[in-house]
C-alpha cells in the first residue's frame, strides 16, 4: 500500500520563476492539503483540495494555486516565485468525512525548493 | 483565532527516561482535535497520537500519551522509555473547525520541540 508521494525531491528556482509541484495520495483517499514549512518554523497551511475543488485556503497570496485530478493526485503551482518562498512543502492525504469524524491524514515526504 | 503555543524550542533525555513535551492551545470552538507529530531529518511528518476535544480518556499509543488538560488547554505529549531513533522534531498541532459540511482538515501547527536523545 504505497503512502503519499511527492516529485520532486528537490528543486532550484530562480526568482520570477514558475513551479509545479506533484503529489499522489495515499491508495483510498481523496483529499489532499499542502502546507509550506519554511527553516525552524511548523507547515503552514496552504490549501485543500476535495472533489477537484479548492475547498478551503490558508493566508497565501494568488501565486499559490492548485489543482487536483479525477485520481485525486494534486498539483501546487506557484508563480513569480520570490526568495521567501524557499521551503518544504507538504504534501497531505486523507479521507473526507461529512461528520469530521475521521482524523487520519498522511504526510508525504516533502518537495525541498530553493529560490535563488 | 487557533494557536499553537509550544515553549520549548529544544530539549534533552537519556535513553529509557520519560519526557513531556509541552503544548497549549488557544481556541474559542467547543469541538477540535489535537495531534502531535514526529518530524526526522528526513523531513516527513510522522503521525504519532490524536485527541478530540470531548474524548474523557486521554490517548495513548505505544510509547505515547497524551495528557490532555482541557480546563487548562493544555495537550502535553509523554514519551516514556525514551530511544535514540526519538531524536526528531516534534510538533503539537490542532484541526480546525470549518469546511465541507464542518469538517476539515486544515491543521495549525506549532513552532515545534527538537528532542534530542542522550546514550
Known amino acids: 500500500d504505497a503512502g503519499v508521494t511527492q516529485s520532486p525531491t528537490h528543486l532550484i528556482k530562480t526568482r520570477g520563476q514558475q513551479v509545479t509541484l506533484r503529489c499522489s495520495p495515499k491508495s483510498g483517499h481523496d483529499t489532499v492539503s499542502w502546507y509550506q514549512q519554511a527553516l525552524g518554523q511548523g507547515p503552514q497551511f496552504i490549501f485543500q483540495?476535495?472533489?477537484?475543488?479548492?475547498?478551503q485556503r490558508g493566508n497565501f497570496p494568488d501565486r499559490f494555486s492548485g489543482h487536483q485530478f479525477p485520481n485525486y493526485s494534486s498539483e501546487l503551482n506557484v508563480n513569480a516565485l520570490l526568495l521567501g518562498d524557499s521551503a518544504l512543502y507538504l504534501c497531505a492525504s486523507s479521507l473526507a468525512s461529512l461528520a469530521g469524524l475521521t482524523y487520519e491524514q498522511y504526510f508525504g515526504p516533502g518537495t525541498r525548493l530553493t529560490v535563488t | 483565532a487557533q494557536k499553537i503555543t509550544q515553549t520549548q524550542p529544544g530539549m534533552f533525555v537519556q535513553e529509557k527516561e520519560a519526557v513531556t513535551l509541552d503544548c497549549t492551545y488557544d481556541?474559542?470552538?467547543?469541538?477540535?482535535?489535537l495531534f502531535w507529530y514526529k518530524q526526522p531529518s528526513s523531513g516527513e511528518m510522522i503521525f504519532l497520537i490524536y485527541?478530540?476535544?470531548?474524548?474523557?480518556q486521554n490517548a495513548t499509543e505505544g510509547r505515547y500519551s497524551l495528557n490532555f488538560q482541557k480546563a487548562r488547554k493544555s495537550a502535553n505529549l509523554v514519551i516514556s522509555a525514551s530511544q535514540l531513533g526519538d531524536s526528531a522534531m516534534y510538533f503539537c498541532?490542532?484541526?480546525?473547525?470549518?469546511?465541507?459540511?464542518?469538517?476539515?482538515?486544515?491543521?495549525?501547527f506549532g513552532t515545534g520541540t527538537l528532542l534530542a536523545v542522550q546514550p
Open positions: 481556541t474559542s470552538d467547543q469541538s477540535y482535535g
Open positions: 483540495y476535495y472533489e477537484e475543488e479548492e475547498r
Open positions: 498541532a490542532m484541526r480546525e473547525w470549518g469546511g465541507i459540511g464542518g469538517a476539515t482538515n486544515k491543521l495549525i
Open positions: 485527541q478530540g476535544s470531548y474524548d474523557e
